[in-house]
């Protein structure tokens, strides 16, 4: 069980400075952290962290070495914040609570919002889920178990079912009385929402125009029906999209039959939309989303594996073709040292177009009714940028080896891989994204090989052909 507070001892513990300049926090802090856990001091413990927000608590608990982290949680009891757990990465908040007694957590979530209480309970295992929501009050139980019907990464997954609704017979006073009187109230809510007796939702009324009203206007008058919803099966994305497009603070969460269920906040899209930003990322680079740098070394390596070893086929495509051009390149030996030139450039080409590809089509700013348009932009794109950096290379392959034509073939060679890239960086994330795959796993194997296959055979052809080599 996590170790009650004790108020006896009155030491003083002189606080380092918690962050650097650059907003790192210091290793000073984080030495000092750990020396009172392993010394088990916890109310010199708490005279260092218990003033610290969740997030910064957060960090903490990411600088500290993995056996002290357990271990602060418990020696903190009942002044440990929970929702810093929700500031972790997950393998970390894992280990932390595979640690912890069941009872433990279970305290430790009683006062956590429902949101940040399921993002904690979603990836523990089925019985600890079960055991902890026993040993929650009935009406806190139900709200949870709710929310984890749904399906992950759903906007019923990440609302908070903690939120006001009024009937729409009540006028602007007994709102009002009700607001102030009412201790079970959300710490923030932006609006109230109104809903009939069997929750159905009518609309909202926010809280700047309940407050500018008179008290006997009726709430009924009051009522914005026409407001943007959210379904409780609804991805987190297409929600978090909603909230851009239409500059929400909140939105509700209702059912199929239009129940009232719970709310989403523009705190909660935040970290949706960050959550999102770093699982594209990591997969344009051929990383898993749910790869942390807390993880182990032998899971990291599973995780990178397979797209190495996608690379290693394009690498060995790329291969073959050079091979089938061997006799050019041992009669000039300038081709060699040339041609990794062509197929860097157009791989950075065609990158360049996917990243921005990939994005369009994440955000639903590219699709069947711009597509053509937006492949001639990057064609033309590819096109001029190709002609500057041709004459430019052209040029110095001239001078470098004193032979003209070279200059004019990996200027021609360039050119062309440079238009292909930008049709390749557009039409792979398209065509991947028709056929139902996810753009930002795929595209980039496939764009390097295209680019790179394309990029050779081009060059040493063209060469080829120029010289007449064979």
């Not at 507070?5 to 400075?17: A, C, I, Q």
């Not at 523990?124 to 949870?144: N, T």
């Not at 740098?293 to 996608?310: C, G, K, Q």
């Not at 052809?461 to 064979?470: P, Q, Y």
Request: net charge negative; glycine share 8%.
């Amino acid at each position: 069980m996590l170790e009650d507070k004790d108020m006896t001892d009155e030491s003083v513990v002189e606080t380092p400075p918690f962050r650097d300049e650059d907003g790192t926090v210091r290793a000073e802090f984080v030495e000092r952290v750990g020396q009172a856990v392993a010394a088990g001091q916890a109310d010199d413990l708490r005279a260092l962290v218990g003033d610290l927000h969740e997030s910064d608590l957060g960090d903490l608990i990411e600088a500290l070495s993995p056996e002290s982290r357990a271990p602060l949680v418990q020696q903190l009891g009942r002044d440990f914040d929970f929702s810093a757990l929700t500031e972790v990465d997950d393998t970390i908040r894992e280990e932390i609570l595979e640690e912890l007694p069941n009872e433990a957590v279970a305290e430790g979530m009683r006062n956590l919002e429902s949101d940040d209480a399921v993002y904690i309970l979603e990836d523990m295992p089925k019985e600890d889920q079960d055991e902890i929501l026993q040993a929650l009050p009935l009406q806190e139980r139900v709200k949870l178990a709710r929310s984890l019907l749904f399906p992950e990464n759903s906007a019923g997954r990440r609302m908070q079912m903690d939120f006001v609704a009024v009937p729409p017979t009540w006028n602007v006073g007994q709102t009002i009385d009700y607001l102030r009187e009412n201790a079970e109230l959300p710490e923030r809510f932006y609006d109230l929402y109104v809903v009939d007796h069997d929750d159905r939702l009518r609309g909202s009324v926010p809280l700047d125009q309940l407050l500018r009203s008179k008290r006997p206007v009726g709430i009924a008058d009051l009522v914005h029906d026409e407001i943007y919803r959210v379904h409780g099966n609804d991805d987190q994305e297409e929600v978090a999209r909603l909230f851009e497009r239409y500059n929400l603070a909140s939105a509700p969460v209702v059912t199929e039959d239009d129940r009232l269920v719970g709310i989403i906040t523009f705190d909660d899209v935040v970290d949706i939309i960050e959550a999102e930003a770093d699982e594209d990322m990591k997969a344009l680079g051929g990383i898993r989303g749910e790869e942390e740098l807390s993880d182990t070394v032998l899971y990291t390596v599973r995780s990178r594996f397979p797209w190495l070893f996608i690379n290693l086929l394009a690498a060995l495509m790329s291969g073959y073709v050079i091979s089938r051009f061997s006799d050019s390149l041992e009669k000039m030996v300038a081709l060699a040292v040339l041609m990794p030139i062509v197929a860097s450039m157009g791989g950075n080409a065609g990158t360049q177009t996917m990243t921005v590809t990939v994005r369009a089509i994440a955000t639903r700013d590219l699709g069947r009714a711009n597509a053509w348009r937006v492949a001639r932009r990057e064609l033309m794109v590819g096109l001029l940028n190709g002609c500057a950096l041709a004459t430019i290379l052209g040029i110095i392959a001239a001078t470098w080896f004193n032979i003209v034509d070279l200059g004019v073939v990996i200027a021609m060679a360039l050119v062309t891989v440079f238009a292909i890239a930008a049709l390749g960086g557009l039409g792979i994330p398209l065509l991947l994204s028709r056929l139902g795959v996810d753009p930002a796993v795929s595209s980039g194997p496939f764009v390097t090989t295209t680019t790179d296959v394309i990029g050779f055979f081009l060059f040493l052809g063209i060469a080829t052909l120029w010289f007449g080599l064979r």
